[in-house]
């Protein structure tokens, strides 16, 4: 079983930033990507950012030039920096493990961007 535990999250005002984490533990077979999703309220799950095993990264268009995803070697740490916050990029942020087909979602974490 996989347990992803993010972190980072909190309320900023709008240009200011936050770096997200994400820890990874159990046992993890084959991982093929990693990535962050956000929610706001009353809106689907969408895909902010996304790093595969093979190296390609991914940005939800709105994000772009603003967050970036990294991780660190052993893919047990999965961060996702964010810069220039607007208040639209509000909502809670799931980290997402894909392994061997199966996904795995963390519990989110709250940002909120507001004055």
């Known amino acids: 079983q996989v347990h992803l535990v993010e972190s980072g999250g909190g309320l900023v005002q709008p240009g200011g930033s936050l770096r997200l984490s994400c820890a990874a533990s159990?046992?993890?077979?084959?991982?093929?990507?990693m990535g962050w999703y956000r929610q706001a309220p009353g809106k689907q799950r969408e895909m902010v950012a996304r790093?595969?095993?093979?190296?390609?990264?991914t940005y939800a268009d709105s994000v772009k030039g603003r967050f970036t995803i990294s991780r660190d070697g052993a893919w047990k740490t999965l961060y996702l920096q964010m810069n220039s916050l607007k208040a639209e990029d509000t909502g809670v942020y799931y980290c997402?493990?894909?392994?061997?087909?199966?996904?795995?979602w963390g519990q989110g974490t709250q940002v909120t961007v507001s004055s």
């Open positions: 159990g046992r993890i077979y084959r991982i093929t990507g």
């Open positions: 997402k493990l894909e392994d061997s087909g199966a996904n795995y």
């Open positions: 790093t595969a095993s093979g190296g390609t990264t």
